[in-house]
């Protein structure tokens, strides 16, 4: 599989002239439509953006010229994978919608009419052995671990949390939700499912009354680090120092963690559970809540 991908991944768009014999190299040896719908993701996502930047003289119409239009803005991830999938004889949608962003913060209202709105965006469906399945080939391309495994056939119980889409038929599910819904959902990466880690409470935005919570998430065999951040209105707070305002109760009974928060200060927070990667050595982040607080006492 290794090798086949090695060479799925040296294939030139200089070398060709129509995209039909470009998705030709990219399938070559691909003996499935999903092998082929794989190998076109796979493709696509490691493409180098900068590069295809400075190829100028690239006729608009070549492989080239259209990997450079994807570089300058103008054309979008989604567009160009539908253009190889169905080259390539698949049956392919775009789908377009709204995406919680690696920059989005939890309880941020995505559905405005802006024409600037920084969380439209598109993906993909492709139909395989008879049923659609999601793929985001630009949210694969980002240089972020786990993201190009987990935006491939993602199934549609984890593709809500991340994606929205305008037409609810694309949520593939038979439960109907509403954009409020995917607003009022916490924000997670593709971490929070490689280590199977799952938090109880599923809401973006968590309250207290008094200055204690309590956030409890079920995982096994994994080293996790919760991390506070203060955004105000207040006096700034110190994320270093205010690790030390969460007590982490450890339960092996059932494979669970509580943290518990003590917020020195009223106003608005946010919680994020990082997960230690060991082949990296670096932590990554698995989910994000808002945490508001307001003493009602006072």
Not at 142 to 162: A, G
């Amino acid at each position: 599989m290794k090798t086949i991908l090695l060479c799925i991944l040296q294939v030139r768009t200089e070398n060709h002239e129509t995209m039909e014999s470009l998705v030709d190299a990219i399938t070559h040896g691909s003996t499935s439509e999903q092998l082929k719908a794989h190998a076109l993701y796979r493709w696509l996502t490691s493409q180098s953006m900068v590069y295809y930047g400075k190829c100028k003289t690239a006729k608009a119409n070549s492989p080239t010229g259209k990997l450079r239009q994807l570089s300058e803005g103008k054309t979008c991830y989604a567009a160009l994978y539908q253009e190889l999938a169905k080259a390539a004889g698949l049956k392919c949608e775009k789908i377009d919608g709204y995406a919680k962003v690696p920059d989005y913060r939890p309880g941020t209202p995505m559905s405005t009419n802006a024409s600037n709105n920084p969380y439209k965006h598109s993906w993909n469906a492709v139909l395989l052995g008879g049923h659609y399945h999601f793929l985001d080939a630009g949210f694969g391309a980002l240089p972020c671990k786990f993201f190009v495994e987990h935006f491939f056939m993602t199934p549609p119980d984890e593709m809500r949390l991340s994606h929205f889409p305008k037409d609810k038929r694309w949520l593939l599910m038979t439960q109907s939700l509403s954009v409020h819904d995917f607003e009022s959902t916490l924000k997670t990466w593709p971490t929070m499912f490689a280590f199977n880690i799952r938090p109880l409470n599923m809401k973006s935005v968590l309250r207290s009354y008094d200055g204690r919570l309590s956030i409890t998430v079920l995982l096994r065999n994994v080293a996790v680090t919760p991390q506070l951040e203060y955004v105000g209105p207040g006096t700034p707070q110190d994320t270093d120092a205010l690790a030390f305002n969460i007590d982490q109760e450890i339960r092996n009974v059932d494979n669970a963690e509580t943290f518990h928060l003590n917020l020195p200060e009223e106003g608005t927070y946010y919680f994020t559970l990082m997960v230690h990667d060991l082949e990296e050595d670096e932590d990554i982040p698995a989910f994000q809540y808002r945490v508001d607080y307001k003493d009602e006492l006072l």
